[in-house]
């Protein structure tokens, strides 16, 4: 599918009069009309709950604007549950899924009554010993080993993960937390990333409802809700075909049907836990083009680097380039786009054939609206840029300014001499 920037060259323009480049630019109505085809493609399950994956884009106007439609949060760690609470998002719209979870964030995700999916068989017991008790509501990881080959052969290794329980693992779990006084039980599970088959959803569901129904036989545990997690991925690149939310929403329908409501299990929740679906493609890094490098290779130098978005750095992954004011010229220069970085695998794209490019041109680099700017860091005291939110009605507004030199040196405020620094 052509990738079409939803931005122009004369909005950067207007934009940059006020908000400096680099930033991270988001679409309200991109994201709105999204996180609606999810509630619809679900409507069938009547406790049906997606709960955003905070990490994927921590920033509470964004997570204001899902709840709106229902979704809470996924949390991992004591800052996003705060971040969650912050936003009024807490009880039982937080699922607290995190691992080597120290005893701090479980304490502060039972305090803000957080459903807490436990990683590991020894968290049972290490979670007793944290409150004093267990919750009367909790969730487990499983992880079926082995290699997963779905459909059109995505694969990925279970096996080599460090998430989640084991088969049996899990089966005695369930017994030892119903012995305990459990009351609410729920399963989880996250196998692959970043897929982009509508046949994920449907292919785990499989997996997890036939355990569930095991469950029910083996330890007279009836599951509450059954957790498919993330995974759910985006079309990073025009040749690939975007995964169709209401058909994977009607291919779980259907396992469901099949395997959960014979078993007298049709009351079971559905929980999702999904990021980069939720916003990955609604966001966009804009940069501008500072230099033109010619040796052995053409670079075109640009004002944003790795610690905006890292994937391309760490993964190699794939992000669009559109070249704003020029998306009907060729394709027909080839370029890497780095930035400042004294890193070489600081690049956005190599080797990409763009049209050709000038000084002072904007690039949009797509799809950073999911764990983009939040696995930014400050290698070479580079600073994080702002955000932005481009909202219904064409007008822009910051949710989270740029970084100051103040804030790179703020940790510093237990030295006098750096007090001025940090101001
Ligand atoms: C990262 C993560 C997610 C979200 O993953 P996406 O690939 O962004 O959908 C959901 N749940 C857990 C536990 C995660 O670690």
Redesign the pocket.
């Known amino acids: 599918m052509e990738k079409k920037a939803f931005v122009t060259k004369e909005q950067i323009e207007e934009i940059v009069k006020t908000y400096p480049t680099p930033f991270h630019i988001y679409d309200e109505k991109g994201l709105r009309a999204n996180a609606k085809a999810v509630k619809e493609a679900f409507a069938w399950n009547k406790g049906y709950k997606e709960?955003f994956?905070v990490?994927?884009l921590p920033n509470p106007f964004i997570m204001n604007i899902l709840k709106e439609y229902g979704v809470g949060s996924?949390c991992?760690s004591y800052t996003e549950l705060m971040l969650a609470d912050k936003c009024g998002i807490n009880g039982n719209n937080i699922?607290f899924?995190?691992?080597d979870t120290p005893a701090a964030d479980f304490i502060l995700a039972d305090k803000v009554g957080a459903t807490i999916?436990l990683d590991d068989f020894s968290h049972i017991e290490f979670l007793e010993k944290t409150l004093g008790k267990l919750p009367e509501r909790l969730s487990l990881?499983y992880n079926p080993g082995g290699v997963v080959t779905i459909s059109n052969g995505i694969m990925d290794n279970p096996g080599d993960a460090k998430?989640g329980m084991t088969k049996e693992q899990i089966i005695e779990a369930y017994k030892i937390l119903k012995s305990k006084g459990v009351k609410e039980f729920g399963m989880?599970a996250?196998i692959v990333?970043?897929t982009v088959t509508n046949d994920y959803y449907p292919f785990l569901a499989k997996q997890l409802f036939e355990l569930a129904v095991e469950i029910k036989e083996k330890t007279g545990v009836s599951l509450n809700f059954i957790n498919l997690?993330?995974?759910?991925?985006i079309a990073y690149k025009p040749e690939q075909t975007p995964n169709d939310i209401k058909i994977i929403g009607e291919g779980v329908h259907k396992v469901f049907d099949e395997i959960l409501v014979p078993a007298g299990l049709g009351d079971v929740s559905i929980y999702t836990?999904?990021?980069?679906?939720?916003t990955?493609p609604y966001g966009m890094l804009v940069t501008k083009v500072l230099h033109e490098k010619k040796i052995y290779k053409d670079y075109i130098g640009v004002d944003a680097c790795a610690v905006n978005l890292m994937r391309p750095a760490i993964y190699g992954a794939y992000h669009h380039i559109t070249v704003l004011g020029k998306e009907d010229k060729p394709c027909d220069h080839k370029y890497d786009v780095t930035g400042s970085l004294c890193e070489n695998n600081d690049k956005f794209a190599v080797d990409r054939m763009l049209p050709e490019i000038e000084i002072g041109d904007y690039l949009a680099i797509h799809d950073t609206g999911?764990?983009g700017f939040a696995m930014g860091y400050n290698y070479n005291g580079k600073l994080k840029s702002a955000e932005l939110l481009l909202k219904e009605d064409g007008s822009v507004q910051l949710i989270r300014r740029a970084e100051k030199p103040s804030d790179y040196f703020s940790t510093f405020d237990c030295f006098p001499e750096f007090a001025d620094l940090a101001k």
Not at 229 to 233: D, I, L, N, T, Y
Not at 273 to 278: H, Q
Request: overall charge positive; aromatic content about 12%; hydrophobic content about 30%.
């Open positions: 709960f994956a990490k994927a996924d991992s699922m899924s995190s691992n999916n990881r998430y989880h996250f990333s970043n997690s993330g995974g759910v991925g836990e999904m990021g980069r679906f939720m990955g999911a764990h």
